[in-house]
């Protein structure tokens, strides 16, 4: 019995567009699942065993940003590329300008408190100010033991009490009526009972 040879398709019948969407399906199919194989083969897993082998791994952030580097605005724009972000940033570096030349004004100035008191050291004067703030430096400067013998050994102020005058009480006008005043007796050395006490009426 013979064998039947089967005979491949002529060239003009392969070049049929049919024919040609069958052969990229076929090559489609062919590449999804070379991709399915290779995605299978990328992918791991750990195994329960190895879980507790596995070390944490700690990051710790430093930051970059050095102290003495002033900080700019953050978005970039050249040539007019974008015009508000070059507008954002020239008001942030005129703002900053404006912050930095307050500063060394405040620092550079001086007022007309501290004027004057320098006019005064010049010519030798001492103003109010000046003495009391020297007392106060000499206070701060001073010890506890120093104060304690500088008050032990101050003279104590003398009071100059000035006599009293005379009272003078009329008796007879009290109210409308005579009033009658009496003067306690003196007190003896020996204490004398209450019923033995007495008054007598002054003359």
Same mark, same amino acid.
């Given at each position: 019995?013979?064998?039947?040879?089967?005979?491949?398709?002529?060239?003009?019948?392969?070049?049929?567009?049919?024919?040609?969407?069958?052969?990229?399906?076929?090559?489609?199919?062919?590449?999804?699942?070379?991709? =399915? &194989?290779?995605?299978?083969? #990328?992918?791991?897993?750990?195994?329960?065993?190895? @879980?507790?082998? $596995?070390?944490?791994? *700690?990051?710790?952030?430093?930051?970059?940003?050095?102290?003495?580097?002033?900080?700019?605005?953050?978005?970039?724009?050249?040539?007019?590329?974008?015009?508000?972000?070059?507008?954002?940033?020239?008001?942030?570096?005129?703002?900053?300008?404006?912050?930095?030349?307050?500063?060394?004004?405040?620092?550079?100035?001086?007022?007309?408190?501290?004027?004057?008191?320098?006019?005064?050291?010049?010519?030798?004067?001492?103003?109010?100010?000046?003495?009391? =703030? &020297?007392?106060?430096?000499? #206070?701060?400067?001073?010890?506890?033991?120093?104060? @304690?013998?500088? $008050?032990?050994?101050? *003279?104590?102020?003398?009071?100059?009490?000035?006599?009293?005058?005379?009272?003078?009480?009329?008796?007879?006008?009290?109210?409308?009526?005579?009033?009658?005043?009496?003067?306690?007796?003196?007190?003896?050395?020996?204490?004398?009972?209450?019923?033995?006490?007495?008054?007598?009426?002054?003359?």
């Amino acid at each position: 019995m013979d064998t039947k040879q089967v005979k491949s398709l002529s060239t003009g019948t392969m070049a049929l567009k049919f024919m040609n969407r069958a052969q990229e399906q076929e090559v489609r199919k062919k590449l999804e699942e070379e991709q =399915k &194989r290779a995605q299978e083969e #990328a992918k791991w897993i750990l195994g329960d065993l190895d @879980l507790d082998d $596995v070390d944490t791994v *700690e990051f710790q952030f430093d930051n970059s940003h050095i102290p003495f580097l002033d900080s700019t605005f953050g978005r970039k724009s050249f040539g007019n590329y974008n015009k508000e972000v070059e507008t954002m940033s020239e008001e942030a570096r005129n703002a900053e300008r404006l912050r930095i030349a307050e500063e060394n004004e405040k620092r550079e100035s001086v007022s007309d408190f501290e004027m004057v008191n320098r006019y005064h050291q010049i010519r030798g004067e001492t103003t109010p100010v000046d003495g009391t =703030k &020297r007392k106060r430096r000499a #206070a701060a400067t001073e010890s506890p033991t120093s104060r @304690l013998s500088a $008050v032990s050994n101050a *003279e104590p102020p003398s009071k100059k009490r000035s006599p009293a005058a005379p009272v003078t009480t009329d008796w007879n006008d009290m109210r409308g009526r005579q009033a009658t005043r009496f003067m306690s007796l003196a007190p003896t050395s020996r204490e004398t009972p209450p019923a033995q006490r007495g008054f007598i009426k002054p003359q």
